[in-house]
Nanobody
Framework: QVQLVESGGGLVQTGGSLRLSCAASGIIFRLRTMGWYRQAPGKERDLVASVTRIGSTDYTDSVKGRFIISRDSAKNTVYLQMNSLKPEDTAVYYC????????????WGQGTQVSVSS
C-alpha cells in the first residue's frame, strides 16, 4: 500500500521549534527525492525543502538557515526540523515526492498543521 502519514505539528510561539515526521509506505518513496510542502490558507501548496536518495538537500529561500530536512531510509521516514519559527510559517505541511508527477496526487496524506503565534 502506498501511503504518506505526516505528524508532529502543533502550536508554538515565534522563535520556537517543531520536528515533523513523514512515515512512508511503499517502495517508490525509497527511490525518489522527497520533499516537504506547505499550504497556507488561501494560498497554493508550495515546496519548502527536499532531500534526495543520497541526502542532498535544497530549501526555498524563506526557510534557509532555519529548517533542516533529513531522511532515514531504513525507516522510510522523512523529517523536517523547523527552528526559529515565524508566523508566516503557519500552514498545513505535507510530504510527497519531488517533483510531483502524474501519480503524486494519489499520495497526498492528511498533512499536519503548524501554527506559529506572534
Amino acid at each position: 500500500q502506498v501511503q504518506l502519514v505526516e505528524s508532529g505539528g502543533g502550536l508554538v510561539q515565534t522563535g520556537g521549534s517543531l520536528r515533523l515526521s513523514c512515515a512512508a509506505s511503499g517502495i517508490i518513496f525509497r527511490l525518489r527525492t522527497m520533499g516537504w510542502y506547505r499550504q497556507a490558507p488561501g494560498k497554493e501548496r508550495d515546496l519548502v525543502a527536499s532531500v534526495t536518495r543520497i541526502g542532498s538537500t535544497d530549501y526555498t529561500d524563506s526557510v534557509k538557515g532555519r529548517f533542516i530536512i533529513s531522511r532515514d531510509s531504513a525507516k522510510n521516514t522523512v523529517y523536517l526540523q523547523m527552528n526559529s519559527l515565524k508566523p508566516e510559517d503557519t500552514a498545513v505541511y505535507y510530504c510527497n515526492i519531488v517533483p510531483l508527477d502524474w501519480g503524486a496526487s494519489a499520495y497526498w496524506g492528511q498533512g499536519t498543521q503548524v501554527s506559529v503565534s506572534s
